[in-house]
């Protein structure tokens, strides 16, 4: 059903959590001019790769550039997993700058999860857009400084980096459309009901306190056989025993605070 709404298991907190209301408040006007230059350098330099790509794009490599995408979608699912886990799972909001700007938006995220459903494009996606931006420019830069027959032997590997990319940048809507039960255009739905992006019934099993798995996002095509796994419990266990930091501690701490009225 698409016009359900969220299981009570995903809203322990809301817009009224003392928690939700104080991380929502940490939001400033710098981090704002951040995602603002991020999304736009990052947008005009995918705009300017796939240009070049699709210049020097030769019909009989297809069934690579095909692989390259198909490969490049399963390895963003698996850096979403893999970003998300460690933002919830390790960092407190009170670390000096990177707190405020990065942890933040996660710990929020879990205690009012419709929250990303009122952000606009800008803070929705700014983070994941300014990731891209060290290997665009660096790809930006090898189209310009090589000569189209240098460029054929590297055209596939950066066709699957730019879908990489891509799919990065769009990890964060894809979420917030994961969350969104109302006025989603037909088309989106469509790809979530054919599970080519996170579908939203798959990522409500994340929403479950402790929170503890199910991190990919993108696609979720890697949370079930990382589950089976146990992939994100052996990584904590491994950190555990090398720092003796145990997971999520910040995250319970917000949980925590008291709804107010
Ligand atoms: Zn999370
Ligand atoms: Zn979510």
Same mark, same amino acid.
């Given at each position: 059903?698409?016009?359900?709404?969220?299981?009570?298991?995903?809203?322990?907190?809301?817009?009224?959590?003392?928690?939700?209301?104080?991380?929502?408040?940490?939001?400033?006007?710098?981090?704002?001019?951040?995602?603002?230059?991020?999304?736009?350098?990052?947008?005009?330099?995918?705009?300017f790769n796939a240009y070049h790509i699709i210049l020097n794009f030769d019909v009989e490599n297809w069934k690579w550039h095909f692989a390259a995408a198909i490969l490049a979608i399963v390895v963003s699912d698996f850096a979403s997993g893999l970003v998300h886990w460690l933002s919830d799972s390790y960092g407190s909001v009170d670390m000096p700058v990177f707190g405020k700007a990065f942890i933040r938006p996660?710990?929020?995220?879990? %205690?009012? $999860?419709?929250?990303?459903? @009122?952000?606009?494009?800008?803070?929705?996606?700014?983070?994941? !857009?300014?990731? #891209?931006?060290?290997?665009?420019?660096?790809?930006?830069?090898?189209?310009?400084?090589?000569?189209?027959?240098?460029?054929?032997?590297?055209?596939?590997?950066?066709?699957?980096?730019?879908?990489?990319?891509?799919?990065?940048?769009?990890?964060?809507?894809?979420?917030?459309?994961?969350?969104?039960?109302?006025?989603?255009?037909?088309?989106?739905?469509?790809?979530?009901?054919?599970?080519? %992006?996170? $579908?939203?019934?798959?990522? @409500?099993?994340?929403?479950?306190?402790?929170?503890?798995?199910? !991190?990919?996002? #993108?696609?979720?095509?890697?949370?079930?056989?990382?589950?089976?796994?146990?992939?994100?419990?052996?990584?904590?266990?491994?950190?555990?025993?090398?720092?003796?930091?145990?997971?999520?501690?910040?995250?319970?701490?917000?949980?925590?605070?008291?709804?107010?009225?």
């Amino acid at each position: 059903m698409s016009t359900d709404k969220e299981p009570a298991k995903a809203q322990k907190g809301g817009r009224n959590h003392a928690g939700a209301k104080e991380l929502a408040g940490y939001y400033s006007s710098g981090k704002r001019v951040q995602e603002y230059i991020c999304v736009t350098v990052a947008s005009s330099l995918l705009v300017f790769n796939a240009y070049h790509i699709i210049l020097n794009f030769d019909v009989e490599n297809w069934k690579w550039h095909f692989a390259a995408a198909i490969l490049a979608i399963v390895v963003s699912d698996f850096a979403s997993g893999l970003v998300h886990w460690l933002s919830d799972s390790y960092g407190s909001v009170d670390m000096p700058v990177f707190g405020k700007a990065f942890i933040r938006p996660f710990r929020e995220h879990h %205690i009012d $999860p419709t929250a990303v459903c @009122r952000h606009d494009f800008i803070e929705v996606n700014g983070d994941n !857009f300014m990731l #891209t931006v060290p290997y665009f420019s660096y790809m930006a830069y090898k189209f310009i400084s090589h000569t189209p027959a240098e460029i054929q032997t590297f055209v596939v590997f950066e066709s699957f980096m730019l879908t990489l990319g891509f799919f990065v940048m769009l990890t964060n809507q894809i979420h917030k459309w994961s969350h969104t039960y109302f006025g989603l255009p037909r088309w989106v739905t469509l790809l979530q009901d054919l599970n080519l %992006i996170l $579908p939203r019934k798959h990522h @409500r099993i994340h929403h479950v306190v402790p929170h503890e798995t199910y !991190f990919c996002i #993108t696609t979720g095509w890697l949370d079930y056989p990382l589950e089976k796994l146990g992939f994100w419990p052996a990584m904590e266990a491994i950190i555990l025993r090398l720092t003796g930091i145990k997971p999520r501690t910040d995250d319970m701490h917000w949980c925590k605070k008291e709804e107010i009225r």
